[in-house]
């Protein structure tokens, strides 16, 4: 894990795909920087690009990425392959899934939504963490937090869906989660971040801790 997260908003910004970026990023106060090689993805990277933005955030924050789309295994090759330090899978793997990339990668997320019926308990399939996002991943569409309230859910656990600045410290104050991660919610134009977004973001969600 990174080191602000002990007793604070962990935040990951997610769907980079400009080494500039990090920098502006790191420099706020985030925790990780998520890259997506999903196919179908407007954000969606080559792995030489995923390599540069990679390369510009080693060892200064976790670096995670973000599939959908492909097998496990295949997905861990490549997270390793491109020096990820995090595989985030996304959607309806299974427990065999996280097994087998398991064996590869060591450190993993679970993304999901609750329009899956998931297991609430991080750590269920052996991840570290456990994100829950809208059921649309990276529609920027906001999703009923209270259903929250009902499910319970706790631990490392991060929210996603819709968040930007002016909604995440809502968003923590009723969820109560353990990290943010925003995508949408921060760019000009579909990949495209917008280096005020990010800023405004990351400082809303410390904000949000006190």
Known sequence: MSAANL??????????????????????????????????????????????????????????????????????????????????????????????AARIIPRLWRATSLANDPPLQVGAYGEESLLLDAPRPGSGERWDLSALAERGVGGRWLLAGGLHPGNVADAIAQARPWGVDTSSGIESSPGVKDHVLVRAFIAAARSAES
């Open 7 to 100: 007793g604070t908003m962990y935040v990951k910004v997610c769907g980079l795909t400009r080494p500039e970026t990090v920098d502006v990023a790191v420099d706020a106060g985030a925790d990780a920087v998520g890259v997506v090689m999903n196919r179908t993805s407007a954000r969606a990277v080559d792995s030489a690009t995923a390599r540069t933005v990679v390369a510009q955030a080693a060892g200064r924050v976790d670096t995670v990425l973000v599939v959908n789309d492909m097998p496990a295994a295949d997905a861990a090759a490549i997270a390793v392959d491109l020096g990820f330090d995090v595989l985030q899978l996304h959607g309806s793997y299974g427990e065999a899934d996280f097994a087998s």
